[in-house]
Protein backbone atom coordinates (compact mmCIF):
# COMPACT_ATOMS: atom_id res chain seq x y z
CA UNK A 1 0.00 0.00 0.00
CA UNK A 2 1.03 3.42 -0.69
CA UNK A 3 -0.42 6.77 0.67
CA UNK A 4 -1.31 9.94 -1.69
CA UNK A 5 -1.63 13.01 -0.23
CA UNK A 6 -4.62 15.06 -1.01
CA UNK A 7 -4.54 19.03 -1.26
CA UNK A 8 -6.06 18.98 2.25
CA UNK A 9 -3.35 17.86 4.97
CA UNK A 10 -4.57 14.60 7.18
CA UNK A 11 -6.85 13.51 3.67
CA UNK A 12 -5.13 10.61 1.98
CA UNK A 13 -5.51 8.44 -0.77
CA UNK A 14 -4.20 4.73 -0.17
CA UNK A 15 -3.26 2.96 -3.04
CA UNK A 16 -3.56 -0.93 -2.52
CA UNK A 17 -1.03 -3.06 -4.30
CA UNK A 18 -2.92 -5.27 -6.52
CA UNK A 19 -1.96 -8.86 -7.95
CA UNK A 20 -3.91 -9.77 -11.03
CA UNK A 21 -3.70 -12.52 -13.33
CA UNK A 22 -6.29 -14.10 -16.38
CA UNK A 23 -8.50 -14.98 -12.90
CA UNK A 24 -9.20 -11.99 -11.78
CA UNK A 25 -7.26 -9.70 -9.28
CA UNK A 26 -6.52 -9.91 -5.53
CA UNK A 27 -5.06 -7.04 -2.59
CA UNK A 28 -5.42 -6.17 0.88
CA UNK A 29 -8.16 -3.53 1.20
CA UNK A 30 -7.59 -3.10 5.01
CA UNK A 31 -4.62 -3.90 7.20
CA UNK A 32 -4.06 -2.04 10.95
CA UNK A 33 -0.33 -3.27 10.80
CA UNK A 34 0.64 -1.98 7.26
CA UNK A 35 -1.46 1.26 7.54
CA UNK A 36 0.08 1.87 11.31
CA UNK A 37 3.66 1.53 9.25
CA UNK A 38 2.58 4.25 6.87
CA UNK A 39 1.26 6.50 10.04
CA UNK A 40 -2.00 5.60 10.28
CA UNK A 41 -2.70 3.48 13.61
CA UNK A 42 -6.67 3.62 13.24
CA UNK A 43 -9.43 0.79 15.06
CA UNK A 44 -12.14 0.97 13.98
CA UNK A 45 -16.00 -0.29 15.31
CA UNK A 46 -18.78 -0.10 12.19
CA UNK A 47 -18.69 -1.70 8.71
CA UNK A 48 -21.00 0.50 6.57
CA UNK A 49 -22.21 -0.49 3.09
CA UNK A 50 -24.70 1.48 0.85
CA UNK A 51 -25.43 1.21 -2.54
CA UNK A 52 -26.86 4.11 -4.58
CA UNK A 53 -27.88 5.44 -8.66
CA UNK A 54 -26.64 8.21 -10.82
CA UNK A 55 -26.53 11.40 -9.27
CA UNK A 56 -27.56 10.24 -5.82
CA UNK A 57 -25.71 12.76 -3.41
CA UNK A 58 -24.75 11.76 0.10
CA UNK A 59 -23.23 14.16 2.38
CA UNK A 60 -21.81 16.24 3.26
CA UNK A 61 -22.48 14.30 6.41
CA UNK A 62 -20.48 14.68 10.12
CA UNK A 63 -21.06 14.15 13.93
CA UNK A 64 -20.33 16.97 16.09
CA UNK A 65 -19.88 14.89 19.08
CA UNK A 66 -18.82 11.34 18.29
CA UNK A 67 -16.95 12.45 15.32
CA UNK A 68 -16.04 9.45 12.89
CA UNK A 69 -12.76 9.31 10.94
CA UNK A 70 -13.54 7.25 7.72
CA UNK A 71 -11.85 4.71 5.54
CA UNK A 72 -14.20 4.83 1.97
CA UNK A 73 -13.88 2.69 -0.97
CA UNK A 74 -15.86 1.89 -3.79
CA UNK A 75 -16.87 -1.88 -4.74
CA UNK A 76 -18.90 -1.26 -7.60
CA UNK A 77 -19.15 1.72 -9.93
CA UNK A 78 -17.65 5.09 -9.20
CA UNK A 79 -18.08 8.14 -7.28
CA UNK A 80 -16.84 11.68 -6.72
CA UNK A 81 -15.64 11.98 -3.29
CA UNK A 82 -15.29 14.80 -1.02
CA UNK A 83 -13.85 15.84 2.70
CA UNK A 84 -14.04 19.15 3.60
CA UNK A 85 -12.47 20.64 6.83
CA UNK A 86 -14.82 21.72 9.92
CA UNK A 87 -11.94 22.18 12.19
CA UNK A 88 -12.29 25.78 13.52
CA UNK A 89 -8.24 25.74 14.76
CA UNK A 90 -7.27 24.50 11.53
CA UNK A 91 -5.71 26.95 8.89
CA UNK A 92 -7.54 24.81 6.46
CA UNK A 93 -11.15 25.43 7.98
CA UNK A 94 -13.97 25.77 5.56
CA UNK A 95 -12.03 24.14 2.63
CA UNK A 96 -12.61 20.78 0.51
CA UNK A 97 -11.10 18.13 -1.78
CA UNK A 98 -12.25 15.71 -4.12
CA UNK A 99 -11.36 12.64 -5.69
CA UNK A 100 -12.46 10.12 -7.77
CA UNK A 101 -12.69 6.46 -5.38
CA UNK A 102 -14.02 3.39 -8.17
CA UNK A 103 -14.16 -0.17 -8.72
CA UNK A 104 -11.29 0.15 -11.57
CA UNK A 105 -8.68 2.48 -9.36
CA UNK A 106 -9.33 0.66 -6.26
CA UNK A 107 -8.38 3.67 -4.60
CA UNK A 108 -9.31 4.28 -0.60
CA UNK A 109 -9.32 7.53 1.31
CA UNK A 110 -8.94 8.50 5.06
CA UNK A 111 -11.42 10.90 6.08
CA UNK A 112 -10.22 12.24 9.61
CA UNK A 113 -12.16 13.22 12.33
CA UNK A 114 -13.02 16.68 12.27
CA UNK A 115 -14.38 16.77 8.30
CA UNK A 116 -17.96 16.68 6.84
CA UNK A 117 -18.06 13.92 4.31
CA UNK A 118 -20.04 12.85 0.89
CA UNK A 119 -20.03 11.74 -1.95
CA UNK A 120 -22.35 11.93 -5.28
CA UNK A 121 -22.66 8.60 -7.77
CA UNK A 122 -21.25 8.93 -11.49
CA UNK A 123 -21.71 5.80 -12.64
CA UNK A 124 -25.17 3.98 -13.77
CA UNK A 125 -24.87 2.63 -9.67
CA UNK A 126 -22.02 2.37 -6.98
CA UNK A 127 -21.62 0.31 -4.05
CA UNK A 128 -19.84 2.31 -1.25
CA UNK A 129 -18.30 0.44 2.19
CA UNK A 130 -16.95 2.69 5.33
CA UNK A 131 -15.33 1.57 8.11
CA UNK A 132 -15.38 3.99 11.31
CA UNK A 133 -13.84 5.02 13.95
CA UNK A 134 -16.88 5.25 16.16
CA UNK A 135 -19.96 4.43 16.04
CA UNK A 136 -23.51 6.41 14.00
CA UNK A 137 -25.20 8.78 16.54
CA UNK A 138 -28.07 9.83 14.55
CA UNK A 139 -28.77 12.52 17.14
CA UNK A 140 -25.37 14.03 16.82
CA UNK A 141 -25.23 13.64 12.86
CA UNK A 142 -24.94 17.42 11.13
CA UNK A 143 -25.06 18.01 7.28
CA UNK A 144 -24.01 20.96 5.42
CA UNK A 145 -25.59 22.26 2.08
CA UNK A 146 -23.96 20.01 -0.74
CA UNK A 147 -24.33 23.27 -2.54
CA UNK A 148 -22.99 25.63 -0.52
CA UNK A 149 -21.84 28.69 -2.34
CA UNK A 150 -19.35 29.07 -0.38
CA UNK A 151 -17.76 25.97 -0.50
CA UNK A 152 -18.31 25.85 -4.41
CA UNK A 153 -17.83 22.53 -5.31
CA UNK A 154 -17.77 21.76 -8.73
CA UNK A 155 -20.24 18.20 -8.03
CA UNK A 156 -20.22 16.48 -11.88
CA UNK A 157 -23.62 15.93 -11.72
CA UNK A 158 -25.40 14.94 -15.32
CA UNK A 159 -29.34 16.15 -14.12
CA UNK A 160 -30.74 16.75 -10.56
CA UNK A 161 -29.44 15.36 -7.98
CA UNK A 162 -31.08 12.98 -5.60
CA UNK A 163 -30.91 13.41 -2.10
CA UNK A 164 -32.43 12.43 1.59
CA UNK A 165 -34.33 14.56 3.11
CA UNK A 166 -32.19 15.12 5.52
CA UNK A 167 -29.16 16.49 2.84
CA UNK A 168 -31.86 18.77 1.84
CA UNK A 169 -31.97 20.64 5.29
CA UNK A 170 -28.33 21.01 5.22
CA UNK A 171 -27.24 23.87 6.70
CA UNK A 172 -24.74 26.29 5.25
CA UNK A 173 -20.98 26.66 6.38
CA UNK A 174 -21.42 29.72 7.57
CA UNK A 175 -24.05 28.63 9.96
CA UNK A 176 -22.87 25.39 10.54
CA UNK A 177 -21.88 23.81 14.42
CA UNK A 178 -17.84 22.83 13.84
CA UNK A 179 -15.34 21.37 15.50
CA UNK A 180 -13.06 23.41 17.90
Not at 137 to 159: C, F, K, N, V, Y
Request: charged fraction near 25%; charge should be negative.
Amino acid sequence: MRLIETDLPGVVLIEPKVFGDDRGFFFESWNRRTLAVLGLDLEFVQDNHSRSARNVLRGLHYQLQHAQGKLVRVVQGEVFDVAVDLRRSSPHFGRWTGFTLSAQNKRMAWIPPGFAHGFCVTSEYAEFLYKTTDYWHPEHERSLRWDDPQLAIPWPLTGAPVLAAKDQAGVLLADAEAYP
